[in-house]
């Protein structure tokens, strides 16, 4: 496999969070893992990957925190991989990029799934940039400023 240029000193937060985040199939198991799967079989079983790239795959999410080793629930020796509150905290992450495809997609009608709010069973309303106060803000009405320097303690 060939290896990825890493971005871990980056002073950019999206080019940080593309050395956990930056590959197709991490981003499918944590997407699988938010929706209940914990076991190596289940993760190589739906997504269909080869056995030693799921493995450098979940090696890589459990180094960077997202997921976690922990023994299987039902007693067996197996273990299982759960979710952070880091993995959990990509939820609005692949909700996004969804919502980006069900928009922009040549083919949306081959979507096969709709995201909907499991207590009232409607479609999940589409992410929105605010400020503050509320506005609702497009990158035109953004932009990046340096982060003030941090103060030395006495």
Not at 64 to 91: C, M, N, W
Not at 94 to 116: M, Y
């Amino acid at each position: 496999m060939v290896k990825r240029t890493s971005f871990e000193g980056d002073a950019c937060p999206i080019a940080r969070s593309l050395d956990a985040l930056g590959d197709w199939w991490s981003l499918l198991i944590i997407r699988e893992a938010l929706f209940g799967l914990r076991r190596f079989g289940e993760f190589q079983s739906k997504l269909g990957m080869a056995k030693n790239i799921l493995s450098v795959r979940l090696r890589s999410l459990v180094d960077h925190g997202i997921l976690a080793t922990a023994p299987a629930s039902d007693g067996s020796a197996y273990q299982e991989y759960v979710l952070t509150p880091k993995g959990r905290g990509t939820f609005p992450i692949l909700v996004a990029l969804r919502q980006w495809s069900e928009e922009f997609d040549d083919h949306p009608k081959e979507i096969a799934t709709v995201l909907v709010d499991r207590a009232k069973h409607r479609p999940v309303k589409k992410l929105e940039t605010r400020a503050e106060d509320g506005r609702l803000l497009t990158p035109a009405d953004t932009m990046l400023k340096p982060r003030p320097p941090r103060r030395r303690s006495a």
